[in-house]
């Protein structure tokens, strides 16, 4: 008889949560998950699945602006906002049942209840059972961050805008990180006028300079607007229950909802951490090793409420990695180099590997080469927006240190040419690649 009630307690059914049960489990481990809120966990429920189904809807009003240029009439227009809210939480639902029934064909034991540690080896659930586990997994993701100013009740954050009850009319967002320049770009194209506040001059920190540079003409281009280094101040409730929002300008904001996007936090509060003697940095991030072991060697930690990349898929490799090694028997780490990523703007941006101004910064000697063109799809627009490519190439080696893109269908373009990447192929080797015409992605073996 083991002197723990499992081998293995999960805190948090997300991405990485799941992942790790359903693995230790195929490894003969007793597992069992508690979630306080959802199974699914961010990126299922509140987070990049249906943000990505908001971004398809409205790209309809886009699509059919133009169709008449391509032959088809089109009879009189309308949106339903709750329509296309509802739709997108029903697969929500969907995807949940799913993610319940992975747990439930691995024979994971499921309690849909607040947990907290209590020591080492112990976890307390809200309904007040007291259970032992020889390890325990942390993978209760990352939350909202939402600053203190006067009137913050008034205002929503990514969690509430897939519940709205109406589509705002007017809508101001606090932060132009990937969170706020996809919502930006969601209701602009759905007619809402959108203020996007930002503390600075930049957009996208962390993207390459000049594909940021071309996203932010087109947003502005399109009609959205922004207000660079300011950040609200108060907001207030009219009313007639608009908003009155304050950024320290002679003029206030008018809006029907506020949405803060200012970024997302661990979500360690209050999870009984210190019990353990769980180490937690600066912003309450979860502090581990290469094989995602804590300062506690029987607490673990997974996904976005570590100290590393805060990406749905990397916090699946995590938790894959972490069940392998404790119950697999084949300790194995995460690869975090070149690891691709892509903002749901409109248009879509992505990138993989070193930004030109790391690649300088780190090499001194680059080559940069780029294409700035019009995408055959665009043509019939009346303001045909163009795509930009960059690769960025090693100039002693060839070897090809990043790609960076914008326009449209670039993350499913750039997926593939992360494989070159990661592979640590060369710009000839592009160069080499017959190109598929007529297509976008034949940019990448044409670039000068």
């Given at each position: 008889?083991?002197?723990?009630?499992?081998?293995?307690?999960?805190?948090?059914?997300?991405?990485?949560?799941?992942?790790?049960?359903?693995?230790?489990?195929?490894?003969?481990?007793?597992?069992?998950?508690?979630?306080?809120?959802r199974v699914g966990g961010t990126c299922v429920i509140r987070g990049c699945v249906p943000k990505k189904m908001l971004v398809y809807g409205s790209m309809f009003a886009e699509e059919l602006s133009h169709a008449a240029n391509f032959g088809w009439t089109i009879g009189d227009k309308s949106f339903d906002w709750r329509t296309l809210r509802d739709f997108v939480n029903g697969d929500v639902d969907r995807l949940e049942g799913l993610y319940t029934k992975t747990l439930e064909s691995h024979s994971v034991d499921r309690f849909l209840e607040r947990a907290t540690i209590t020591g080492p080896h112990g976890v307390k659930l809200a309904s007040g059972k007291e259970i032992t586990a020889k390890y325990i997994l942390v993978a209760t993701g990352s939350w909202p961050a939402m600053p203190d100013f006067p009137g913050k009740e008034h205002c929503i954050s990514s969690n509430e805008v897939f519940h709205l009850e109406e589509q705002p009319r007017r809508l101001v967002i606090m932060g132009a990180g990937y969170i706020g320049m996809e919502f930006a770009g969601v209701f602009?194209?759905?007619?809402?006028?959108?203020?996007?506040?930002?503390?600075?001059?930049?957009?996208?920190?962390?993207?390459?300079?000049?594909?940021?540079?071309?996203?932010?003409?087109?947003?502005?281009?399109?009609?959205?607007?922004f207000h660079m280094n300011s950040e609200i101040q108060s907001v207030e409730k009219a009313e007639d229950g608009s908003l009155k929002v304050d950024i320290g300008g002679p003029e206030l904001l008018l809006a029907d909802q506020v949405l803060i996007a200012?970024?997302?936090?661990?979500?360690?509060?209050?999870?009984?951490?210190?019990?353990?003697?769980?180490?937690?940095?600066?912003?309450?991030?979860?502090?581990?090793?290469?094989?995602?072991?804590?300062?506690?060697?029987?607490?673990?930690?997974?996904?976005?409420?570590?100290?590393?990349?805060?990406?749905?898929?990397?916090?699946?490799?995590?938790?894959?990695?972490?069940?392998?090694?404790?119950?697999?028997g084949n300790p194995r780490t995460v690869d975090y180099a070149n690891i691709p990523s892509a903002v749901f703007s409109q248009p879509p941006l992505a990138g993989v590997g070193l930004t030109e101004e790391e690649a300088r910064t780190t090499y001194g000697g680059i080559k940069v080469y780029s294409s700035d063109f019009r995408p055959m799809k665009n043509i019939f627009a009346p303001d045909a927006e163009r795509g930009l490519y960059k690769m960025i190439v090693d100039e002693s080696s060839g070897k090809i240190l990043g790609i960076h893109m914008i326009g449209p269908e670039s993350p499913e373009i750039l997926q593939a040419a992360a494989v070159a990447v990661k592979a640590g192929l060369s710009k000839a080797d592009f160069d080499a690649t017959v190109a598929l015409h007529p297509s976008m992605a034949e940019e990448l073996v044409l670039l000068n």
């Amino acid at each position: 008889m083991s002197e723990f009630d499992y081998d293995l307690f999960v805190i948090g059914a997300g991405s990485g949560g799941v992942r790790a049960s359903r693995i230790a489990a195929s490894h003969g481990a007793k597992v069992a998950v508690a979630e306080e809120h959802r199974v699914g966990g961010t990126c299922v429920i509140r987070g990049c699945v249906p943000k990505k189904m908001l971004v398809y809807g409205s790209m309809f009003a886009e699509e059919l602006s133009h169709a008449a240029n391509f032959g088809w009439t089109i009879g009189d227009k309308s949106f339903d906002w709750r329509t296309l809210r509802d739709f997108v939480n029903g697969d929500v639902d969907r995807l949940e049942g799913l993610y319940t029934k992975t747990l439930e064909s691995h024979s994971v034991d499921r309690f849909l209840e607040r947990a907290t540690i209590t020591g080492p080896h112990g976890v307390k659930l809200a309904s007040g059972k007291e259970i032992t586990a020889k390890y325990i997994l942390v993978a209760t993701g990352s939350w909202p961050a939402m600053p203190d100013f006067p009137g913050k009740e008034h205002c929503i954050s990514s969690n509430e805008v897939f519940h709205l009850e109406e589509q705002p009319r007017r809508l101001v967002i606090m932060g132009a990180g990937y969170i706020g320049m996809e919502f930006a770009g969601v209701f602009n194209a759905l007619g809402s006028h959108v203020e996007v506040v930002n503390r600075s001059e930049t957009i996208l920190r962390g993207y390459d300079e000049g594909i940021v540079d071309r996203l932010l003409h087109i947003a502005m281009r399109r009609g959205i607007d922004f207000h660079m280094n300011s950040e609200i101040q108060s907001v207030e409730k009219a009313e007639d229950g608009s908003l009155k929002v304050d950024i320290g300008g002679p003029e206030l904001l008018l809006a029907d909802q506020v949405l803060i996007a200012t970024g997302r936090k661990p979500n360690t509060a209050g999870l009984g951490l210190e019990s353990a003697g769980v180490e937690l940095g600066k912003w309450g991030e979860i502090a581990v090793n290469e094989y995602s072991r804590t300062s506690c060697e029987s607490i673990y930690a997974v996904g976005d409420v570590t100290d590393r990349v805060q990406l749905t898929p990397v916090a699946i490799r995590e938790g894959h990695a972490f069940a392998d090694s404790v119950f697999g028997g084949n300790p194995r780490t995460v690869d975090y180099a070149n690891i691709p990523s892509a903002v749901f703007s409109q248009p879509p941006l992505a990138g993989v590997g070193l930004t030109e101004e790391e690649a300088r910064t780190t090499y001194g000697g680059i080559k940069v080469y780029s294409s700035d063109f019009r995408p055959m799809k665009n043509i019939f627009a009346p303001d045909a927006e163009r795509g930009l490519y960059k690769m960025i190439v090693d100039e002693s080696s060839g070897k090809i240190l990043g790609i960076h893109m914008i326009g449209p269908e670039s993350p499913e373009i750039l997926q593939a040419a992360a494989v070159a990447v990661k592979a640590g192929l060369s710009k000839a080797d592009f160069d080499a690649t017959v190109a598929l015409h007529p297509s976008m992605a034949e940019e990448l073996v044409l670039l000068n």
